[in-house]
């Protein structure tokens, strides 16, 4: 966790590297509404051209196919895009599903790109969005200030609360905290019926026996209760807790595991990063759309999260993908009420920051600043519960 921790953010630059698509924004809207939202980014832009990212994520209910419409307002055409089919008639833009990605149940998102030419001179983003003929209201955008109904932290957490936020706003993913869409959150909603799946990588060449998995198991639940009972009838947050799945085991041989049932999937030497890891195609961190067509188990056998658990691993480190901490650490720990170092890296996955080299007024021990508590305190349910109120709107709260 000290020394490990910064891996977060190596962890969120990963997932950008490999998944974004030149997050450089020059212009960014959101628009919010039951049926869909879209982000729209410039994403690049130089003299006569720009490029462009675009994802349609749907809030109603499932598709098989999707259309969207725009109209620019500064006489910009598209002249070449990818992941979709757009075409332009004067100002209106059409851009439809491609093979791959027509089908979008509640809550999934479907991204496509394009390039086009403006004037040299502005380049405004569409003022409004239509999905399937249903134009996507609610705008927001993520300069606009968040909703405070709702919000009702104590007086003397109020400011050391807006120091955190306004940090993380400054200093993750090159200032456009909103443009990551693997947070914690985005896991949990596009799952939509508050249950978290996770893969276990058996990063070690201990054995396990069945009650060893289940007590894992527990400890994930426990953890994450730990957490989610600050969520529990807050502001609107719809889950009264948040249980965990493990879907999968990933280890280098089949005999480590002292089981036969099938209670679990299982993953022999599927090696990335040196060492075991479940199927590519079953993992949200390689499937950020939410569709798993070449998941052997389908979307039920998905998983969002791993525990990767690392022989003679120090600290932890914790992001987007997961966790991990040393094997040792965590089954000496298994039953441990806090298991501080899990607590600390769950964090992470729901955005919460490391505080290395500053701390917030008025607050000095807490599970995120590393080293200061062993347990979640006061200060961190109400930073979780602040990641809540920024991003809710995306999920239609
Ligand atoms: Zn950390």
Redesign the pocket.
Known sequence: ??R???A?LSALAAAIIAFGSGLITATTAQAAAEGCRVDYQVSNQWQGGFGAAVTVTNLGAPVTSWSLEWSYSAGQTVSQAWNAEVSQSGARVTARNAGHNGALATGASASFGFNGTWNNSSNPVPATFAVNGVTCTGQTTPTDPPPTSGWNPPSHLVTPLNEVWAHQEATYNNGNLYAFRNYGWDQLFANGNGTLNFCVRWDSSASVTATQRDQIHAALNRAYDKWFQGMAGHNAFPYSDVDIEVVGWAVRDRSQLQWSDNSVDIYVNDIRENAPQCAEPCGRFFHQDGRYPDCPGGISRHYDQSLWLTDGFGG???GDWGQRMGREYFMNNLNTENMTILL??I??TFGLD?FYDWTPTGVTNFI?K?GSSSTITEFDTWMLRDWWRHLKSRYGY
Request: charged letters at 25%.
């Open positions: 966790m000290s490990r921790g910064k977060l932890g480190a914790g600390h890296e964090g992470h490391d995120m590393a």
